[in-house]
């Protein structure tokens, strides 16, 4: 789960600074806003990759999705894209659980086949 989401926030990362070069354009917004807020999104971003996977990371990264949709406000184009990023975000959530799940079972099959070959090697043979 946390490569599926770390992937999803690192777009999301230059996907928010292409977003604070078009905001830049207008010229009600002050160029200091637009990176102070940029800026500490994009920081979030790149931090919520290394808590992802501790409580609450999960919970944080769908606040960030929200936070990109409604900065739609101020780039229309950033409903679509926060959408997107939304569906990506949910998908890498629902599908990197799914994986993990996936590898604990892997794993614990592993141990059980490599617990029996030690057990059948530990009988003696019978002469």
């Known amino acids: 789960m946390r490569t599926l989401c770390a992937s999803t926030l690192i777009g999301e990362f230059f996907v928010i600074g292409f977003a604070a070069l078009v905001a830049m354009k207008d010229p009600d917004l002050a160029t200091s806003t637009v990176w102070t807020v940029s800026g500490i999104a994009m920081f979030l971003?790149?931090?919520l990759c290394g808590v992802v996977t501790r409580p609450g990371g999960i919970a944080l990264g769908w606040a960030l999705q929200i936070a990109l949709i409604a900065s739609g406000f101020v780039i229309?184009?950033?409903?679509?894209?926060?959408?997107?990023f939304a569906a990506l975000w949910w998908?890498?959530?629902?599908?990197?659980?799914?994986i993990d799940e996936a590898k604990a079972r892997f794993a614990a099959q592993a141990d059980q086949a490599a617990q029996a070959t030690q057990a059948d090697s530990a009988t003696p043979d019978a002469v």
């Open 76 to 84: 229309p184009t950033m409903f679509f894209m926060g959408a997107i």
């Open 45 to 47: 971003c790149v931090a």
């Open 91 to 98: 998908a890498s959530v629902h599908y990197g659980r799914k």
